[in-house]
Protein backbone atom coordinates (compact mmCIF):
# COMPACT_ATOMS: atom_id res chain seq x y z
CA UNK A 1 0.00 0.00 0.00
CA UNK A 2 1.14 3.42 -0.83
CA UNK A 3 2.67 5.29 1.93
CA UNK A 4 3.63 9.10 2.43
CA UNK A 5 5.99 11.79 4.71
CA UNK A 6 4.46 13.38 7.10
CA UNK A 7 5.64 16.31 6.04
CA UNK A 8 4.43 15.71 2.20
CA UNK A 9 0.90 15.46 3.60
CA UNK A 10 1.73 18.56 5.45
CA UNK A 11 2.45 20.58 2.05
CA UNK A 12 -0.07 19.07 0.57
CA UNK A 13 -2.95 20.23 3.26
CA UNK A 14 -1.35 23.97 3.13
CA UNK A 15 -0.19 23.14 7.15
CA UNK A 16 2.87 23.38 9.03
CA UNK A 17 4.58 19.98 10.57
CA UNK A 18 3.56 20.74 13.46
CA UNK A 19 -0.09 21.69 13.37
CA UNK A 20 -0.39 18.04 11.35
CA UNK A 21 2.30 16.27 14.09
CA UNK A 22 -0.72 17.98 16.98
CA UNK A 23 -3.36 16.52 15.06
CA UNK A 24 -1.88 12.91 14.49
CA UNK A 25 -1.33 13.48 18.18
CA UNK A 26 -5.05 14.01 19.01
CA UNK A 27 -5.70 10.72 16.45
CA UNK A 28 -3.75 8.60 18.21
CA UNK A 29 -1.47 7.86 15.44
CA UNK A 30 2.10 6.52 16.16
CA UNK A 31 5.73 8.09 14.73
CA UNK A 32 8.80 9.07 14.99
CA UNK A 33 9.61 12.50 13.52
CA UNK A 34 8.07 14.54 10.71
CA UNK A 35 9.85 12.66 8.11
CA UNK A 36 8.35 9.78 9.82
CA UNK A 37 5.87 7.43 7.17
CA UNK A 38 2.30 7.39 7.35
CA UNK A 39 -0.24 4.56 5.29
CA UNK A 40 -2.65 5.41 2.96
CA UNK A 41 -5.32 4.63 5.47
CA UNK A 42 -3.88 6.91 8.02
CA UNK A 43 -3.39 9.47 5.83
CA UNK A 44 -6.95 9.73 4.45
CA UNK A 45 -8.32 9.55 7.60
CA UNK A 46 -6.16 12.85 8.11
CA UNK A 47 -7.73 14.08 4.18
CA UNK A 48 -11.29 13.38 5.83
CA UNK A 49 -10.73 15.09 9.41
CA UNK A 50 -8.89 18.63 7.99
CA UNK A 51 -11.47 18.43 4.88
CA UNK A 52 -14.22 17.75 8.04
CA UNK A 53 -12.73 20.56 10.78
CA UNK A 54 -12.32 23.02 7.97
CA UNK A 55 -16.12 22.58 6.33
CA UNK A 56 -17.07 23.06 10.29
CA UNK A 57 -14.53 26.67 10.41
CA UNK A 58 -15.92 28.21 7.36
CA UNK A 59 -20.01 27.13 8.08
CA UNK A 60 -19.44 29.13 11.22
CA UNK A 61 -17.91 31.61 9.83
CA UNK A 62 -20.41 32.43 7.76
CA UNK A 63 -23.00 32.13 10.48
CA UNK A 64 -20.76 34.92 12.08
CA UNK A 65 -20.65 36.80 9.10
CA UNK A 66 -24.55 36.21 8.77
CA UNK A 67 -25.14 37.32 12.08
CA UNK A 68 -23.07 40.55 11.78
CA UNK A 69 -25.47 41.65 8.72
CA UNK A 70 -28.13 44.53 9.39
CA UNK A 71 -31.53 43.13 9.69
CA UNK A 72 -33.89 43.78 7.15
CA UNK A 73 -37.54 43.85 7.85
CA UNK A 74 -39.83 41.06 7.25
CA UNK A 75 -41.65 40.81 3.16
CA UNK A 76 -45.56 39.98 3.93
CA UNK A 77 -47.95 39.03 1.44
CA UNK A 78 -51.81 38.97 2.13
CA UNK A 79 -54.06 36.67 0.53
CA UNK A 80 -57.60 34.97 0.68
CA UNK A 81 -60.98 34.39 -0.60
CA UNK A 82 -62.45 37.43 -2.60
CA UNK A 83 -64.57 39.21 -0.55
CA UNK A 84 -62.71 38.36 2.85
CA UNK A 85 -61.05 41.45 3.61
CA UNK A 86 -57.76 41.65 1.95
CA UNK A 87 -58.25 45.26 0.29
CA UNK A 88 -60.02 46.46 3.75
CA UNK A 89 -56.69 45.06 5.91
CA UNK A 90 -54.05 46.31 3.62
CA UNK A 91 -56.22 49.97 3.30
CA UNK A 92 -56.26 50.18 7.12
CA UNK A 93 -52.39 49.28 7.12
CA UNK A 94 -51.75 51.73 4.30
CA UNK A 95 -54.24 54.76 6.18
CA UNK A 96 -52.04 54.30 9.18
CA UNK A 97 -48.74 54.22 7.39
CA UNK A 98 -50.13 57.75 5.87
CA UNK A 99 -50.68 59.10 9.19
CA UNK A 100 -47.28 58.13 10.37
CA UNK A 101 -46.59 60.66 7.86
CA UNK A 102 -46.76 64.53 7.61
CA UNK A 103 -50.28 65.56 6.04
CA UNK A 104 -50.18 66.56 2.94
CA UNK A 105 -47.17 63.75 1.71
CA UNK A 106 -48.28 62.03 -1.55
CA UNK A 107 -48.51 58.25 -1.99
CA UNK A 108 -46.79 56.30 -4.54
CA UNK A 109 -48.25 52.70 -5.65
CA UNK A 110 -45.01 51.24 -6.00
CA UNK A 111 -45.88 47.53 -5.72
CA UNK A 112 -45.29 47.48 -1.79
CA UNK A 113 -44.98 49.84 1.43
CA UNK A 114 -43.63 50.02 4.72
CA UNK A 115 -45.63 50.05 7.93
CA UNK A 116 -43.34 51.34 10.81
CA UNK A 117 -44.04 50.02 14.52
CA UNK A 118 -42.26 50.51 17.57
CA UNK A 119 -41.26 46.82 17.42
CA UNK A 120 -39.95 47.51 13.77
CA UNK A 121 -40.67 48.03 9.93
CA UNK A 122 -42.80 45.46 7.94
CA UNK A 123 -42.89 45.94 3.97
CA UNK A 124 -46.70 44.89 2.54
CA UNK A 125 -46.32 43.62 -0.84
CA UNK A 126 -49.56 45.12 -2.76
CA UNK A 127 -49.97 42.86 -5.91
CA UNK A 128 -53.47 41.48 -7.21
CA UNK A 129 -53.89 37.69 -5.89
CA UNK A 130 -52.23 35.01 -5.80
CA UNK A 131 -51.96 33.85 -8.85
CA UNK A 132 -49.60 36.84 -9.70
CA UNK A 133 -47.65 36.15 -6.31
CA UNK A 134 -47.41 32.39 -7.81
CA UNK A 135 -46.23 33.83 -11.49
CA UNK A 136 -43.23 35.65 -9.08
CA UNK A 137 -41.96 32.67 -7.54
CA UNK A 138 -42.25 30.47 -10.38
CA UNK A 139 -39.63 33.00 -12.42
CA UNK A 140 -37.26 32.17 -9.46
CA UNK A 141 -38.11 34.62 -6.70
CA UNK A 142 -38.71 34.34 -3.52
CA UNK A 143 -40.42 37.57 -3.10
CA UNK A 144 -42.44 36.91 0.48
CA UNK A 145 -41.28 35.55 3.54
CA UNK A 146 -44.63 35.80 5.67
CA UNK A 147 -48.18 35.05 3.83
CA UNK A 148 -50.93 36.53 5.76
CA UNK A 149 -54.13 34.04 4.85
CA UNK A 150 -57.33 36.09 5.71
CA UNK A 151 -59.96 34.39 6.23
CA UNK A 152 -63.67 36.32 7.08
CA UNK A 153 -65.07 34.46 10.47
CA UNK A 154 -68.82 34.78 9.78
CA UNK A 155 -68.26 33.11 6.37
CA UNK A 156 -65.28 30.34 6.80
CA UNK A 157 -63.02 28.52 4.20
CA UNK A 158 -63.69 29.21 0.91
CA UNK A 159 -62.32 27.25 -2.23
CA UNK A 160 -60.10 30.67 -2.70
CA UNK A 161 -58.81 30.50 1.02
CA UNK A 162 -57.78 26.97 -0.01
CA UNK A 163 -56.27 28.11 -3.09
CA UNK A 164 -53.72 30.74 -1.16
CA UNK A 165 -52.61 28.44 1.64
CA UNK A 166 -51.51 25.93 -1.59
CA UNK A 167 -49.64 29.05 -3.27
CA UNK A 168 -48.22 30.00 -0.12
CA UNK A 169 -47.05 26.56 0.74
CA UNK A 170 -45.80 26.19 -2.80
CA UNK A 171 -44.12 29.58 -2.42
CA UNK A 172 -42.48 27.92 1.14
CA UNK A 173 -43.76 31.20 2.77
CA UNK A 174 -44.31 31.33 6.72
CA UNK A 175 -48.11 31.28 7.01
CA UNK A 176 -50.38 33.63 9.49
CA UNK A 177 -54.36 33.06 9.19
CA UNK A 178 -56.23 36.17 10.16
CA UNK A 179 -59.41 35.99 11.05
CA UNK A 180 -61.68 38.78 9.88
CA UNK A 181 -64.60 40.56 10.90
CA UNK A 182 -64.72 39.44 14.13
CA UNK A 183 -66.60 43.01 14.89
CA UNK A 184 -69.60 41.42 13.32
CA UNK A 185 -72.28 39.84 15.24
CA UNK A 186 -72.70 36.04 13.45
CA UNK A 187 -68.71 35.74 13.66
CA UNK A 188 -68.15 32.17 14.47
CA UNK A 189 -64.55 31.72 15.01
CA UNK A 190 -64.30 28.24 16.54
CA UNK A 191 -65.46 26.72 13.57
CA UNK A 192 -62.98 28.59 11.26
CA UNK A 193 -60.39 26.58 13.64
CA UNK A 194 -62.15 23.35 13.08
CA UNK A 195 -61.81 24.14 9.64
CA UNK A 196 -57.94 24.65 9.90
CA UNK A 197 -57.78 21.52 11.90
CA UNK A 198 -59.43 19.70 9.14
CA UNK A 199 -57.23 20.67 6.77
CA UNK A 200 -54.08 19.76 9.00
CA UNK A 201 -53.49 23.40 10.75
CA UNK A 202 -54.04 22.75 14.60
CA UNK A 203 -54.18 26.47 16.09
CA UNK A 204 -51.69 27.28 18.86
CA UNK A 205 -54.19 27.17 21.48
CA UNK A 206 -54.96 23.42 20.85
CA UNK A 207 -51.58 22.68 21.20
CA UNK A 208 -50.86 23.00 17.39
CA UNK A 209 -48.62 25.37 15.41
CA UNK A 210 -50.92 27.27 13.21
CA UNK A 211 -50.59 31.04 14.05
CA UNK A 212 -54.24 32.75 14.55
CA UNK A 213 -54.89 36.11 14.88
CA UNK A 214 -58.56 37.12 15.61
CA UNK A 215 -58.68 40.83 13.61
CA UNK A 216 -61.24 43.40 12.70
CA UNK A 217 -60.02 45.68 8.78
CA UNK A 218 -62.34 47.88 9.41
CA UNK A 219 -62.38 48.73 12.69
CA UNK A 220 -58.21 48.07 13.45
CA UNK A 221 -59.39 45.47 16.14
CA UNK A 222 -56.44 43.04 16.63
CA UNK A 223 -54.49 44.56 13.93
CA UNK A 224 -51.32 45.42 16.08
CA UNK A 225 -51.23 41.80 17.52
CA UNK A 226 -51.11 40.93 13.89
CA UNK A 227 -48.29 43.19 13.01
CA UNK A 228 -46.51 42.01 16.23
CA UNK A 229 -46.83 38.05 15.41
CA UNK A 230 -45.23 39.03 12.29
CA UNK A 231 -42.40 40.79 13.97
CA UNK A 232 -42.02 37.92 16.47
CA UNK A 233 -41.77 35.65 13.29
CA UNK A 234 -38.99 37.68 11.45
CA UNK A 235 -37.03 37.73 14.82
CA UNK A 236 -37.04 33.93 15.12
CA UNK A 237 -36.46 33.39 11.58
CA UNK A 238 -33.72 36.41 11.67
CA UNK A 239 -34.20 37.92 8.08
CA UNK A 240 -30.37 39.88 7.51
CA UNK A 241 -29.16 41.22 4.21
CA UNK A 242 -26.27 42.83 3.30
CA UNK A 243 -26.60 46.09 1.72
CA UNK A 244 -23.06 45.88 0.35
CA UNK A 245 -23.50 42.89 -1.66
CA UNK A 246 -23.92 42.79 -5.74
CA UNK A 247 -27.51 44.50 -6.06
CA UNK A 248 -30.30 41.74 -6.56
CA UNK A 249 -34.35 42.83 -6.43
CA UNK A 250 -37.27 41.49 -7.98
CA UNK A 251 -39.76 42.83 -10.01
CA UNK A 252 -43.23 43.08 -8.81
CA UNK A 253 -45.34 44.92 -11.33
CA UNK A 254 -44.54 47.20 -14.68
CA UNK A 255 -46.28 49.29 -16.40
CA UNK A 256 -46.16 51.79 -19.35
CA UNK A 257 -47.06 55.54 -18.44
CA UNK A 258 -47.71 58.14 -21.43
CA UNK A 259 -45.22 60.86 -19.71
CA UNK A 260 -42.59 58.92 -18.19
CA UNK A 261 -42.68 55.41 -20.19
CA UNK A 262 -41.82 52.59 -18.94
CA UNK A 263 -42.20 52.40 -15.06
CA UNK A 264 -40.97 48.93 -13.08
CA UNK A 265 -42.40 48.84 -9.53
CA UNK A 266 -39.24 46.90 -7.54
CA UNK A 267 -38.49 45.04 -4.05
CA UNK A 268 -34.87 45.46 -3.08
CA UNK A 269 -33.54 42.07 -1.62
CA UNK A 270 -29.84 42.62 -1.39
CA UNK A 271 -26.99 44.85 -1.54
CA UNK A 272 -27.91 48.88 -3.28
CA UNK A 273 -28.96 49.76 -6.26
CA UNK A 274 -27.81 53.26 -7.53
CA UNK A 275 -29.40 55.76 -10.06
CA UNK A 276 -27.40 55.35 -12.88
CA UNK A 277 -26.53 51.49 -12.37
CA UNK A 278 -27.19 49.53 -15.14
CA UNK A 279 -30.02 46.53 -14.44
CA UNK A 280 -30.92 43.45 -15.94
CA UNK A 281 -34.40 41.66 -15.42
CA UNK A 282 -34.89 38.58 -16.75
CA UNK A 283 -34.57 39.17 -20.88
CA UNK A 284 -34.68 43.50 -20.07
CA UNK A 285 -32.14 45.62 -19.49
CA UNK A 286 -31.96 49.16 -18.61
CA UNK A 287 -30.02 52.20 -16.68
CA UNK A 288 -31.82 53.41 -13.96
CA UNK A 289 -32.77 57.09 -14.50
CA UNK A 290 -34.79 57.61 -11.37
CA UNK A 291 -36.39 56.00 -8.55
CA UNK A 292 -39.19 57.24 -6.56
CA UNK A 293 -40.26 55.60 -3.01
CA UNK A 294 -43.78 55.07 -1.74
CA UNK A 295 -43.96 58.76 0.13
CA UNK A 296 -43.33 60.37 -3.22
CA UNK A 297 -39.59 60.91 -2.75
CA UNK A 298 -36.65 60.97 -5.34
CA UNK A 299 -34.24 58.44 -4.36
CA UNK A 300 -30.49 58.21 -5.17
CA UNK A 301 -30.08 54.61 -3.77
CA UNK A 302 -32.46 51.55 -2.16
CA UNK A 303 -31.43 49.04 0.11
CA UNK A 304 -32.59 45.81 1.08
CA UNK A 305 -36.45 46.03 2.40
CA UNK A 306 -37.02 49.10 -0.47
CA UNK A 307 -39.62 49.30 -2.67
CA UNK A 308 -39.45 51.84 -5.47
CA UNK A 309 -40.27 52.89 -8.34
CA UNK A 310 -37.73 52.72 -11.51
CA UNK A 311 -37.43 54.34 -14.53
CA UNK A 312 -35.07 53.32 -17.35
CA UNK A 313 -36.04 49.61 -18.60
CA UNK A 314 -36.12 48.93 -22.21
CA UNK A 315 -38.88 47.08 -22.61
CA UNK A 316 -41.06 46.08 -20.13
CA UNK A 317 -40.27 43.41 -17.27
CA UNK A 318 -42.28 40.90 -16.18
CA UNK A 319 -43.39 40.27 -12.72
CA UNK A 320 -41.35 37.81 -10.61
CA UNK A 321 -38.16 38.88 -13.14
CA UNK A 322 -34.80 38.97 -10.94
CA UNK A 323 -33.34 42.15 -11.30
CA UNK A 324 -29.28 41.99 -11.09
CA UNK A 325 -26.79 44.71 -11.64
CA UNK A 326 -24.41 44.64 -14.26
CA UNK A 327 -21.10 46.71 -14.96
CA UNK A 328 -22.05 48.35 -18.19
CA UNK A 329 -24.10 48.40 -21.44
CA UNK A 330 -22.00 46.26 -22.99
CA UNK A 331 -22.77 43.16 -20.43
CA UNK A 332 -26.39 44.28 -19.96
CA UNK A 333 -27.15 43.49 -23.49
CA UNK A 334 -24.92 40.32 -24.15
CA UNK A 335 -26.62 38.78 -20.64
CA UNK A 336 -30.39 39.49 -22.13
CA UNK A 337 -29.32 38.04 -25.93
CA UNK A 338 -28.18 34.78 -24.29
CA UNK A 339 -31.34 34.64 -21.87
CA UNK A 340 -33.68 34.78 -25.33
CA UNK A 341 -31.31 32.16 -26.91
CA UNK A 342 -31.47 29.84 -23.83
CA UNK A 343 -35.49 30.46 -23.55
CA UNK A 344 -36.24 29.34 -27.06
CA UNK A 345 -34.14 26.33 -26.71
CA UNK A 346 -35.48 25.23 -23.42
CA UNK A 347 -39.19 25.72 -24.74
CA UNK A 348 -37.82 23.23 -27.81
CA UNK A 349 -36.79 21.08 -25.54
CA UNK A 350 -39.91 21.19 -23.11
CA UNK A 351 -42.30 20.61 -26.26
CA UNK A 352 -40.43 17.51 -26.65
CA UNK A 353 -40.49 16.54 -23.12
CA UNK A 354 -44.39 17.87 -22.20
CA UNK A 355 -45.73 14.45 -19.78
CA UNK A 356 -48.26 13.15 -22.19
CA UNK A 357 -48.92 9.99 -19.66
CA UNK A 358 -48.69 9.30 -16.35
CA UNK A 359 -45.36 7.62 -17.17
CA UNK A 360 -44.02 10.59 -18.32
CA UNK A 361 -44.56 12.22 -15.56
CA UNK A 362 -43.26 9.35 -13.18
CA UNK A 363 -39.86 9.31 -15.63
CA UNK A 364 -39.86 13.42 -14.98
CA UNK A 365 -40.16 12.87 -11.12
CA UNK A 366 -37.73 10.12 -10.85
CA UNK A 367 -34.29 12.06 -12.83
CA UNK A 368 -35.40 15.28 -10.57
CA UNK A 369 -35.25 12.53 -7.14
CA UNK A 370 -38.77 13.40 -6.00
CA UNK A 371 -40.18 10.69 -3.13
CA UNK A 372 -43.78 12.57 -3.42
CA UNK A 373 -46.69 12.39 -5.98
CA UNK A 374 -48.35 16.00 -5.47
CA UNK A 375 -52.04 16.40 -6.68
CA UNK A 376 -54.71 19.09 -7.46
CA UNK A 377 -58.24 17.51 -7.85
CA UNK A 378 -61.22 18.49 -8.99
CA UNK A 379 -64.90 16.99 -9.14
CA UNK A 380 -68.36 17.59 -9.68
CA UNK A 381 -69.76 17.48 -6.14
CA UNK A 382 -68.30 17.97 -2.53
CA UNK A 383 -69.15 13.99 -1.79
CA UNK A 384 -66.51 12.85 -5.00
CA UNK A 385 -63.95 14.52 -3.57
CA UNK A 386 -64.35 13.50 0.08
CA UNK A 387 -64.42 10.25 -1.41
CA UNK A 388 -61.59 10.15 -3.54
CA UNK A 389 -59.49 12.14 -0.67
CA UNK A 390 -60.12 9.65 1.88
CA UNK A 391 -59.17 6.52 -0.28
CA UNK A 392 -55.92 8.47 -1.81
CA UNK A 393 -55.05 9.00 2.36
CA UNK A 394 -54.69 5.00 2.80
CA UNK A 395 -52.29 5.32 -0.35
CA UNK A 396 -49.63 7.21 1.50
CA UNK A 397 -46.64 5.25 1.88
CA UNK A 398 -43.23 5.58 4.27
CA UNK A 399 -41.35 6.20 1.13
CA UNK A 400 -43.69 8.23 -0.76
CA UNK A 401 -45.70 10.66 0.32
CA UNK A 402 -49.12 12.02 -2.10
CA UNK A 403 -50.27 15.62 -1.33
CA UNK A 404 -52.82 16.85 -2.59
CA UNK A 405 -52.33 20.33 -2.59
CA UNK A 406 -55.55 21.84 -3.41
CA UNK A 407 -59.11 19.67 -3.77
CA UNK A 408 -62.06 21.33 -4.97
CA UNK A 409 -65.64 21.46 -6.69
CA UNK A 410 -65.64 22.50 -10.24
CA UNK A 411 -63.97 22.15 -13.34
CA UNK A 412 -59.90 22.82 -13.35
CA UNK A 413 -59.08 26.15 -13.84
CA UNK A 414 -56.09 27.99 -15.39
CA UNK A 415 -54.92 29.03 -11.81
CA UNK A 416 -54.85 25.61 -10.95
CA UNK A 417 -52.57 25.26 -14.27
CA UNK A 418 -50.08 27.57 -12.35
CA UNK A 419 -49.68 26.17 -9.36
CA UNK A 420 -49.45 22.55 -11.17
CA UNK A 421 -46.40 23.98 -12.85
CA UNK A 422 -44.79 25.48 -9.83
CA UNK A 423 -45.45 22.56 -7.28
CA UNK A 424 -44.82 19.69 -10.47
CA UNK A 425 -47.88 18.57 -9.57
CA UNK A 426 -50.96 16.34 -12.06
CA UNK A 427 -53.96 17.77 -11.91
CA UNK A 428 -57.28 15.09 -11.86
CA UNK A 429 -60.38 15.57 -12.87
CA UNK A 430 -63.43 13.23 -11.63
CA UNK A 431 -66.84 14.02 -13.22
CA UNK A 432 -65.68 17.39 -14.50
CA UNK A 433 -64.20 18.61 -17.76
CA UNK A 434 -61.59 21.61 -18.36
CA UNK A 435 -62.32 24.29 -20.65
CA UNK A 436 -60.15 24.47 -24.60
CA UNK A 437 -58.45 27.00 -22.56
CA UNK A 438 -57.19 25.57 -19.66
CA UNK A 439 -56.58 22.44 -21.70
CA UNK A 440 -54.09 24.44 -23.90
CA UNK A 441 -52.59 26.02 -20.87
CA UNK A 442 -51.80 22.62 -19.37
CA UNK A 443 -50.34 21.62 -22.38
CA UNK A 444 -48.03 24.57 -23.10
CA UNK A 445 -46.86 24.58 -19.61
CA UNK A 446 -45.84 20.60 -19.67
CA UNK A 447 -48.76 19.86 -16.87
CA UNK A 448 -50.58 16.45 -16.89
CA UNK A 449 -54.26 17.32 -16.62
CA UNK A 450 -56.61 14.05 -16.97
CA UNK A 451 -60.00 13.65 -16.25
CA UNK A 452 -62.24 10.56 -15.16
CA UNK A 453 -65.79 9.00 -14.80
CA UNK A 454 -64.88 6.08 -12.33
CA UNK A 455 -63.27 6.96 -8.78
CA UNK A 456 -61.65 4.16 -9.33
CA UNK A 457 -59.87 4.48 -12.45
CA UNK A 458 -58.89 7.78 -10.77
CA UNK A 459 -57.24 6.19 -7.30
CA UNK A 460 -55.36 3.41 -10.19
CA UNK A 461 -53.86 6.14 -11.33
CA UNK A 462 -52.26 7.84 -8.38
CA UNK A 463 -51.78 3.76 -7.25
CA UNK A 464 -49.48 3.70 -10.20
CA UNK A 465 -47.87 6.90 -9.52
CA UNK A 466 -46.78 5.83 -5.91
CA UNK A 467 -45.46 2.87 -7.15
CA UNK A 468 -43.32 4.96 -10.21
CA UNK A 469 -42.07 6.58 -6.90
CA UNK A 470 -41.08 3.97 -4.68
CA UNK A 471 -37.60 2.34 -4.38
CA UNK A 472 -38.50 -1.19 -5.85
CA UNK A 473 -37.42 -3.76 -3.37
CA UNK A 474 -36.37 -7.44 -4.79
CA UNK A 475 -35.67 -11.29 -3.34
CA UNK A 476 -34.09 -14.45 -4.58
CA UNK A 477 -36.32 -17.00 -5.34
CA UNK A 478 -34.64 -20.45 -5.41
CA UNK A 479 -35.73 -22.42 -8.47
CA UNK A 480 -34.12 -25.59 -8.41
CA UNK A 481 -30.92 -27.37 -7.51
CA UNK A 482 -28.71 -29.61 -9.91
CA UNK A 483 -25.94 -31.97 -8.03
CA UNK A 484 -22.85 -32.36 -10.46
CA UNK A 485 -22.00 -36.07 -10.81
CA UNK A 486 -19.94 -35.91 -13.84
CA UNK A 487 -17.60 -33.47 -15.68
CA UNK A 488 -17.37 -33.73 -19.77
CA UNK A 489 -14.49 -31.57 -21.78
CA UNK A 490 -16.13 -30.38 -24.89
CA UNK A 491 -13.90 -30.12 -28.21
CA UNK A 492 -12.97 -26.71 -28.00
CA UNK A 493 -12.17 -27.06 -24.16
CA UNK A 494 -15.62 -25.96 -22.89
CA UNK A 495 -16.68 -27.54 -19.57
CA UNK A 496 -20.21 -29.25 -19.33
CA UNK A 497 -21.41 -30.50 -16.17
CA UNK A 498 -23.64 -34.09 -15.98
CA UNK A 499 -26.30 -32.99 -13.35
CA UNK A 500 -28.91 -34.55 -11.96
CA UNK A 501 -31.70 -31.99 -10.86
CA UNK A 502 -32.23 -32.89 -6.96
CA UNK A 503 -34.80 -30.02 -5.91
CA UNK A 504 -37.37 -28.03 -8.29
CA UNK A 505 -36.37 -27.51 -11.72
CA UNK A 506 -33.65 -25.64 -13.75
CA UNK A 507 -34.61 -23.08 -16.04
CA UNK A 508 -32.18 -21.99 -18.98
CA UNK A 509 -33.01 -18.60 -18.71
CA UNK A 510 -32.26 -17.99 -15.07
CA UNK A 511 -29.81 -17.08 -12.93
CA UNK A 512 -27.25 -19.42 -11.28
CA UNK A 513 -24.45 -19.86 -8.82
CA UNK A 514 -22.45 -22.55 -8.13
CA UNK A 515 -21.72 -23.81 -4.61
CA UNK A 516 -18.90 -25.85 -3.26
CA UNK A 517 -19.12 -27.71 0.39
CA UNK A 518 -22.15 -24.70 1.27
CA UNK A 519 -20.12 -21.83 -0.32
CA UNK A 520 -20.60 -19.76 -3.14
CA UNK A 521 -17.55 -19.86 -5.98
CA UNK A 522 -18.94 -18.36 -8.50
CA UNK A 523 -22.34 -16.12 -10.09
CA UNK A 524 -23.35 -15.74 -13.58
CA UNK A 525 -25.78 -17.19 -16.54
CA UNK A 526 -26.36 -20.52 -18.27
CA UNK A 527 -24.77 -21.32 -21.31
CA UNK A 528 -26.67 -24.23 -22.58
CA UNK A 529 -28.95 -26.89 -20.68
CA UNK A 530 -29.29 -30.30 -22.64
CA UNK A 531 -31.35 -33.48 -22.09
CA UNK A 532 -29.07 -36.24 -24.08
CA UNK A 533 -28.26 -33.96 -26.90
CA UNK A 534 -31.57 -31.64 -27.23
CA UNK A 535 -31.17 -27.74 -26.49
CA UNK A 536 -34.11 -27.40 -23.76
CA UNK A 537 -35.65 -24.89 -22.04
CA UNK A 538 -36.41 -26.62 -18.02
CA UNK A 539 -35.57 -30.13 -16.57
CA UNK A 540 -37.53 -31.03 -13.42
CA UNK A 541 -36.64 -32.66 -10.43
CA UNK A 542 -35.56 -36.38 -10.77
CA UNK A 543 -33.84 -36.11 -14.44
CA UNK A 544 -30.63 -35.61 -15.55
CA UNK A 545 -29.19 -32.83 -17.86
CA UNK A 546 -25.90 -31.03 -19.37
CA UNK A 547 -25.42 -27.80 -17.99
CA UNK A 548 -22.84 -25.26 -19.31
CA UNK A 549 -22.20 -21.75 -17.75
CA UNK A 550 -20.59 -18.62 -19.34
CA UNK A 551 -17.44 -18.42 -17.91
CA UNK A 552 -16.94 -20.92 -15.34
CA UNK A 553 -15.13 -24.10 -16.14
CA UNK A 554 -13.68 -25.56 -12.47
CA UNK A 555 -16.32 -27.75 -12.02
CA UNK A 556 -15.27 -30.76 -9.67
CA UNK A 557 -17.92 -33.99 -8.71
CA UNK A 558 -20.29 -33.05 -6.01
CA UNK A 559 -21.07 -29.44 -6.75
CA UNK A 560 -24.21 -28.20 -6.03
CA UNK A 561 -25.59 -25.51 -9.45
CA UNK A 562 -28.11 -23.40 -7.43
CA UNK A 563 -30.87 -22.02 -9.94
CA UNK A 564 -32.71 -18.69 -9.17
CA UNK A 565 -34.59 -15.41 -9.97
CA UNK A 566 -34.72 -12.40 -8.81
CA UNK A 567 -38.45 -11.34 -8.25
CA UNK A 568 -39.76 -7.39 -6.82
CA UNK A 569 -41.47 -7.52 -3.39
CA UNK A 570 -45.14 -6.34 -3.85
CA UNK A 571 -45.27 -3.43 -1.15
Known amino acids: MAKIRIYQLAKELGM ?22 LSEEDAEAVRELVKEQRGLQEKL ?20 HVDHGKTTLLDYLRKSRIAEKEAGGITQHVGAFEVKTPQGT ?65 ADPDRVKRQLMERGFVPEEYGGDAIVVPISAKTGQGVQDLLEMILLIAE ?25 GIIANMLVQEGTFRVGDYVVAGEVYGRIRAMMDADGNQRKEAGPG ?71 LRADT ?20 INVLLAQVGAPTESDVL ?46 MVKGQREPKFKEEVLGRAEVRAIFR ?61 GFDDFQEGDIIEVFQVVEVPA
Open 122 to 186: VVFIDTPGHEAFTTIRQRGAKVADIAVIVIAADDGIMPQTDEAIAHAKAAGAKIIFALNKMDLPQ
Open 419 to 464: LAQTANAAILAFGVNPSGAVKKAAESKGVLLKTFRIIYDLIDEVRS
Open 236 to 260: LEDYRADPNAEPKGVILESKLDKQA
Open 61 to 80: AEEERRKALPRRPPVVVIMG
Open 490 to 550: LPGGKQVAGCMVTQGKVVRSAEVRVLRKGEEIWKGKMASLKRFKEDVREVAQGYECGIGLE
Open 382 to 401: QGSLEAIQHILAKESTEEVK
Open 306 to 376: SAVQVLGFQELPHAGDVVEWVPDLEAAKEITEERKEERKAREEAEKERRPRTMADLLRALQEEGQKEVNLI
Open 16 to 37: TNEELLELLDQMGVAYKSHAST
